[in-house]
Each structure stands twice: as C-alpha cells, then as structure tokens.
C-alpha cells in the first residue's frame, strides 16, 4: 500500500514535470532554442495566482485564468523583445539572453514580492477534507493530486488535438521542420514562434499553480530547480516531441519519489541524473526522440 | 613597409601575437595591482575580490577551451569547480601539520585539485563525449548536479590512522585528536585562507601557457578541425575520442586549481556554492569575452564579478541591472544592422589600407 502510495505522489510529480517538460519541448521544437526562462515564468504564474486569490480575495478559478493570462502575455512580451531579434544569432546568443531573462524575472520577482516565502494556500478541498483515504485510510489521494493527474492528462489531449488536426499546429509542425519551406508556403513564421510560447507559457501558469498546491512554499526561485528538472525530462523523452515529454515528466517524477522513498532523500537528486544518464547512452536521443542521420 | 610586413603575417605569427600580447596584458594589470596593493590605494572590496577574479579568469579559460575550442556546450563546468575546491582543501588540512609553509601547502592543494579534477573529466568525459549539442549539455548539467549533491552528502575527517570516509551520515569514528574536514551539507570550515593575490596570478599565467600551447600545437589544430567539421576530421584520420577527451580533461583540471585557489580564499565552503548557477556564471564570462578569444574571457570574467559590486549604490536593483545589461548587450552584438556597419567599417578600413 505504500509503494502504491508513492507511485500515486510519482505520477502526481511527474504529471507536473510533464506540463513544464511541454514548455521547454515545444519551443525547442520550433525555435531549436533551450529556454531557460520557461521556469521562472512558472514562478510568476504562481505569484500571480496567489495575489489574486489570497489578497484580492478572487476565487480560485478566475485566479488561475488570470495567472494564464499574464504568463502568456509574458512569454509574448519576453519571445518579441528578446529572442525575436537574435533568431539569426548563434544558439548560445540565445541561451545567454534566455537565461539573463530568468536573471531579471527571478530579481524582479524579489523587488516585487520580496523574497519572503508567502505560503500558498490549497485551494483543492471539498468539506474542509484536503483528500480521500481509501482501505481504511492506508491509501492517502489528495485531491491536489488528482486534479494534477487529471490536468496533465487533459493538457495532453488538448495539445495532441492542436498539433495534429489544427491549421495553427499544422503550421508549427512545418515550421518545426523547416522554417524556411513553411514561409515559402505562406506560413506566417513570427506568428507561430509567438503562438507557441503563448501556448508554452500559458501552460507554465497552470504548472506553477498545481506546483504550489503541492508543495505550498512560494519564493522567487520556486521556479528554478523544477525548471531545471522539467528541461531534463524533456531531453529524457527526446526534445522536441510531445508525448516524449510526457513520458520523460512522468518517469523522472516516479523514479525521483522512489529515490527518496527507497534509497535516500538526499541522494534523490542524484539518482534522477544519473537514470538521465544511463538512457542517454543508450537512446542519445532520448526515449522517444527520433535519431536524425548526419548526412555526408 | 613595416606595415607591408605587418599584412604578410602568416596565421601562425598572428595567433602567437596575440598570446605574447594575453600574457602582456595579465602581467601589466598584476604589477599595476601590486604597485596600488603596496601604496594602500585599492579600495578593500576590490582587494578582496582578487583572488575570486583570478579563480574566475581561470574558469572562463578553461571552460573556453570547452566551449570555444572543442565547439561542445558544457553546463557543469562548477562541478570540477567543486571536486577541485573540496580535494584540494581535504589535502591543504589534512597536510596542515606535515607541511608547515603555506606556500607549500597551497601548490600541494592546487595540484591535488586539479588531478581529482582531471580523474573527474575523463570519468565523465567517457560517456559525455559520445553525445552530441543540446544532449551533452544537459548531461554535463546532470553531472554537475550529482557531484554537487554527492559532495552534500560526503563526510570525510582525519586522525593520527590517515583520512576516513563516509557516505550520508557521519560515520567516520575518528579517533581521539581527529578532525573533521567534510561535514556533509556543512561543507569544509576552519579553513585556513592560505591563497594569496600572486597564487592566483601565477596560476592564471600557467592556465594560459597550458591552454594556448594546447591551441597552437598539432594536438589542438586537431580539436579545432574537429569542432569545425567531425566527420571531415574523422576521415582524414584523426583520432576523435582522444583529442576531444584532451580537451575536455585539460579543462577540468584547470577548473579543479581554480576551485582550490577559491576555496582557500575563504575560511567555510559548501557544495552548493558550486551549483548550476555557478557554471551558467562562467558559460556567461566565456560568451561575452567571445568564443575561443581568451583575452575576452578574461576581461570578460574580471568586469563581471566587479560589476555587482561596483552596482552596490544600486542596492536593491543590481541584479536587475545586471540582468538587463547581459541582456542588452547580447541584443546589440548580435544585431545584423551594427553587424552590417562594423563590416563596412572594416572592409573600408582594409581597402584604404591596400591603397597606400
């Protein structure tokens, strides 16, 4: 029962871990750039959140809609000023100013907010009852937790359907392939770039949320670490593809509460890395990345 | 006809004047540095900021010969910071009654560092260098995550017996009169601050003796040939694995020293001062200063760690500040229009050259 326990809190971990892990793969996709800012957005989606609903009094849903909104207004605002202009550049161009954005969300953050935890409220309860015990309370569900899985999944299809059956997806998957080909097909190539981090950050918001109701402390680098574990679970999966990144959340999730559980809360961390590690050479690229042939 | 002369330079003659002119340029501002030390006309923030710039220019030469000579993106590069700071300090202590001169003592944990450092980057090295781009990236991250968090757990202490180990918890038993050295999430403290301002000088010339005769013999023209096409480098029969392997162990030794001369600058050092901020920091040195420009990596690393102190009258908003100012200036190096005008400038400059 409690292994069944741990892989429920796995799931729910990895399932938050996939939402950022989409982030990180889908502008990767398209704009082949590593955008280190995505965690912090994650942060101030959660800051957002937690305003709006613990000191403006809004209700949870319309705060979560309002942290949508914002996030994606600014990864739009964050695509066009900063990494618009370097789109020729060099890719390390690129993740310079992408992690000099997380510099100025983080501290910007701090002057805002301060960097004092604000601790963040659940708002997931039904009858003041934070869960349900199943098998005479040995099987612990939060309700946290499944709305988390439930988000996740629902996210999943969501973006399937887009990528797959919408002219907008179509288009960022040409454009992922070919951005020259896709203009020549009169794809509006800047059109799509921006789409996709709206999506991307709009999709932060709701991962920064369930982050915080699960685990309730609120600081400017609440964003950092999870972002760092997010992007290894997308290269985990193969950057790049969608339900690689699914997969590549879910087991980092699973394998980091085993670690803790089993082996060493310390150590966790380490042991997330190094089954990174292992795949890696077995799959260079990643568990459902397509390995691209170097052509001589 | 002195400037004939000049034109005709072959590439050789250029790169081996632009090393004699790095070294020039560290010499210069050390003996510019002593002289101000000497007259008491260096302000204390600053003279307590040396030994760390030094630290620093050695990091963003060695993960410059990463980066810019091996053409792969390391993000772990705090890491051998760390196996360097952390042996290299166990041996400085552990050593503390055998060898009494600090010099000594301090050579002795500069070189410590840098083999366990070394040891470290072909340990990785063997698995990181069979990825390619954005995946040996982020393996280097990961590696760089499990030293940091191995290091966190290490107990390490020493007695009359010699040194005892231990994983997690303290289990090191030491015997009467023993010390502890590595105290898990405690990290080292009681370190005597053994580093000196010269130290650090003398091993930012070596790094750069060892890195620019690296770049200019048959070994590191192999690199570059590497990094600028593998397959090419491949079929004219170069070993891959070997030079790259070079390379990547150079620079971690070099990283190992640095982090030793760090830590002993300071009397408690803890593994998450060598977290994934750290390498992301000198990544920054190395792309400001310009890929395989060494000269930049040093200016570079020595204007970025004054900078946050020199924005101290901006409090509060210095890190902002300095988060704009990274930002900006990789918007207007990397603009195409200034780009176009430098060219013009300088294809101007040339042919106006050519008609005298």
Redesign the interface.
């Given at each position: 029962m409690t292994f069944l326990n741990f892989l429920i809190s796995g799931i729910s971990l990895g399932s938050i871990y996939a939402i950022i892990a989409l982030g990180y793969t889908m502008v990767?996709g398209i704009a082949k750039m590593?955008n280190f800012a995505h965690g912090d957005v994650i942060m101030v989606g959660a800051y957002v959140c937690f305003f709006a609903v613990a000191r403006y009094d809004l209700p949870p849903a319309l705060g979560v809609l309002l942290a949508m909104f914002v996030c994606t207004m600014l990864g739009i605002v964050i695509e066009r000023l900063?990494y618009k202009?370097?789109r020729?550049?060099?890719s390390?161009?690129v993740?310079?100013?992408a992690?000099?954005?997380s510099?100025?969300l983080?501290?910007?953050a701090?002057?805002l907010w301060t960097s004092s935890p604000k601790v963040f409220p659940n708002f997931f309860k039904v009858a003041d009852q934070t869960g349900v015990k199943l098998f005479d309370g040995q099987l612990n569900i939060s309700y946290v937790t499944m709305v988390t899985i439930a988000a996740c999944v629902i996210i999943m299809l969501a973006l399937t359907w887009f990528t797959g059956k919408t002219k907008m997806g179509k288009a960022m998957r040409a454009c992922s392939e070919d951005k020259g080909a896709a203009q020549l097909m009169g794809i509006n190539v800047n059109a799509t770039i921006s789409m996709t981090f709206a999506i991307g950050s709009g999709l932060a918001a709701i991962a920064g949320v369930l982050l915080c109701s699960a685990y309730p402390t609120l600081v400017p680098t609440t964003g950092s670490m999870p972002g760092?574990k997010a992007?290894?679970a997308a290269?985990f999966g193969g950057?790049g593809s969608i339900p690689g990144a699914l997969l590549g959340g879910l087991l980092l999730g699973v394998i980091e509460i085993f670690a803790k559980a089993y082996i060493?809360t310390?150590?966790s961390?380490?042991v997330v890395?190094?089954v990174?590690?292992i795949v890696?050479?077995v799959k260079?690229?990643?568990l459902l990345g397509k390995q691209v042939r170097?052509k001589? | 006809m002195a400037r004939k002369l000049n034109r005709n330079l072959t590439a050789a003659q250029k790169t081996s004047y632009m090393c004699f002119f790095t070294y020039g340029v560290v010499i210069l501002i050390y003996l510019m540095m002593q002289g101000l030390i000497s007259s008491g006309s260096i302000t204390s923030s600053l003279k307590g900021m040396l030994i760390p710039i030094c630290a620093y220019i050695v990091m963003a030469v060695s993960l410059n010969l990463t980066v810019g000579i091996l053409g792969e993106l390391s993000l772990g590069h705090a890491g051998f910071m760390s196996v360097g700071a952390f042996t290299g300090v166990t041996a400085a202590v552990a050593l503390q009654d055998v060898v009494s001169s600090n010099a000594l003592r301090l050579l002795i944990g500069l070189v410590v560092g840098a083999i366990f450092a070394a040891f470290a980057g072909f340990l990785i090295g063997i698995p990181v260098l069979r990825l390619k781009g954005d995946y040996l990236a982020i393996v280097t991250l990961a590696f760089g995550e499990i030293i940091k968090s191995i290091f966190n757990n290490l107990y390490v202490g020493v007695d009359d017996k010699g040194l005892h180990m231990s994983m997690l918890s303290d289990k090191t038993q030491l015997r009467e009169g023993g010390k502890l050295i590595i105290g898990g999430p405690m990290g080292i403290g009681g370190i005597q601050k053994i580093s000196t301002f010269t130290a650090g000088f003398l091993l930012v010339m070596v790094t750069l003796v060892v890195v620019f005769n690296l770049v200019n013999s048959r070994a590191g023209r192999a690199i570059m040939a590497i990094r600028d096409n593998r397959i090419a480098a491949e079929s004219v029969g170069l070993n891959v694995t070997k030079y790259k392997m070079t390379a990547f162990v150079t620079s971690a030794a070099l990283a190992g020293a640095a982090g030793a001369l760090f830590a002993m600058n300071y009397s408690t050092i803890v593994a998450n001062k060598f977290d994934f901020n750290t390498s992301i920091l000198i990544l920054v040195f190395v792309v400001l200063g310009g890929l395989g420009n060494m000269l930049g990596s040093i200016v570079a690393a020595t204007a970025l760690t004054i900078l946050p102190e020199a924005l101290r009258q901006f409090a509060d908003y210095r890190m902002l500040v300095y988060a704009i100012v990274l930002i900006l200036v990789m918007l207007f190096t990397n603009n195409p229009k200034l780009k176009q005008v430098f060219n013009q400038f300088r294809t101007h400059n040339m042919r106006g050259k050519e008609a005298e």
């Amino acid at each position: 029962m409690t292994f069944l326990n741990f892989l429920i809190s796995g799931i729910s971990l990895g399932s938050i871990y996939a939402i950022i892990a989409l982030g990180y793969t889908m502008v990767y996709g398209i704009a082949k750039m590593l955008n280190f800012a995505h965690g912090d957005v994650i942060m101030v989606g959660a800051y957002v959140c937690f305003f709006a609903v613990a000191r403006y009094d809004l209700p949870p849903a319309l705060g979560v809609l309002l942290a949508m909104f914002v996030c994606t207004m600014l990864g739009i605002v964050i695509e066009r000023l900063a990494y618009k202009p370097l789109r020729q550049a060099p890719s390390l161009a690129v993740l310079i100013t992408a992690i000099g954005v997380s510099y100025l969300l983080q501290n910007g953050a701090q002057l805002l907010w301060t960097s004092s935890p604000k601790v963040f409220p659940n708002f997931f309860k039904v009858a003041d009852q934070t869960g349900v015990k199943l098998f005479d309370g040995q099987l612990n569900i939060s309700y946290v937790t499944m709305v988390t899985i439930a988000a996740c999944v629902i996210i999943m299809l969501a973006l399937t359907w887009f990528t797959g059956k919408t002219k907008m997806g179509k288009a960022m998957r040409a454009c992922s392939e070919d951005k020259g080909a896709a203009q020549l097909m009169g794809i509006n190539v800047n059109a799509t770039i921006s789409m996709t981090f709206a999506i991307g950050s709009g999709l932060a918001a709701i991962a920064g949320v369930l982050l915080c109701s699960a685990y309730p402390t609120l600081v400017p680098t609440t964003g950092s670490m999870p972002g760092i574990k997010a992007f290894t679970a997308a290269v985990f999966g193969g950057i790049g593809s969608i339900p690689g990144a699914l997969l590549g959340g879910l087991l980092l999730g699973v394998i980091e509460i085993f670690a803790k559980a089993y082996i060493s809360t310390q150590l966790s961390d380490a042991v997330v890395f190094g089954v990174l590690i292992i795949v890696l050479l077995v799959k260079p690229a990643g568990l459902l990345g397509k390995q691209v042939r170097e052509k001589v | 006809m002195a400037r004939k002369l000049n034109r005709n330079l072959t590439a050789a003659q250029k790169t081996s004047y632009m090393c004699f002119f790095t070294y020039g340029v560290v010499i210069l501002i050390y003996l510019m540095m002593q002289g101000l030390i000497s007259s008491g006309s260096i302000t204390s923030s600053l003279k307590g900021m040396l030994i760390p710039i030094c630290a620093y220019i050695v990091m963003a030469v060695s993960l410059n010969l990463t980066v810019g000579i091996l053409g792969e993106l390391s993000l772990g590069h705090a890491g051998f910071m760390s196996v360097g700071a952390f042996t290299g300090v166990t041996a400085a202590v552990a050593l503390q009654d055998v060898v009494s001169s600090n010099a000594l003592r301090l050579l002795i944990g500069l070189v410590v560092g840098a083999i366990f450092a070394a040891f470290a980057g072909f340990l990785i090295g063997i698995p990181v260098l069979r990825l390619k781009g954005d995946y040996l990236a982020i393996v280097t991250l990961a590696f760089g995550e499990i030293i940091k968090s191995i290091f966190n757990n290490l107990y390490v202490g020493v007695d009359d017996k010699g040194l005892h180990m231990s994983m997690l918890s303290d289990k090191t038993q030491l015997r009467e009169g023993g010390k502890l050295i590595i105290g898990g999430p405690m990290g080292i403290g009681g370190i005597q601050k053994i580093s000196t301002f010269t130290a650090g000088f003398l091993l930012v010339m070596v790094t750069l003796v060892v890195v620019f005769n690296l770049v200019n013999s048959r070994a590191g023209r192999a690199i570059m040939a590497i990094r600028d096409n593998r397959i090419a480098a491949e079929s004219v029969g170069l070993n891959v694995t070997k030079y790259k392997m070079t390379a990547f162990v150079t620079s971690a030794a070099l990283a190992g020293a640095a982090g030793a001369l760090f830590a002993m600058n300071y009397s408690t050092i803890v593994a998450n001062k060598f977290d994934f901020n750290t390498s992301i920091l000198i990544l920054v040195f190395v792309v400001l200063g310009g890929l395989g420009n060494m000269l930049g990596s040093i200016v570079a690393a020595t204007a970025l760690t004054i900078l946050p102190e020199a924005l101290r009258q901006f409090a509060d908003y210095r890190m902002l500040v300095y988060a704009i100012v990274l930002i900006l200036v990789m918007l207007f190096t990397n603009n195409p229009k200034l780009k176009q005008v430098f060219n013009q400038f300088r294809t101007h400059n040339m042919r106006g050259k050519e008609a005298e």
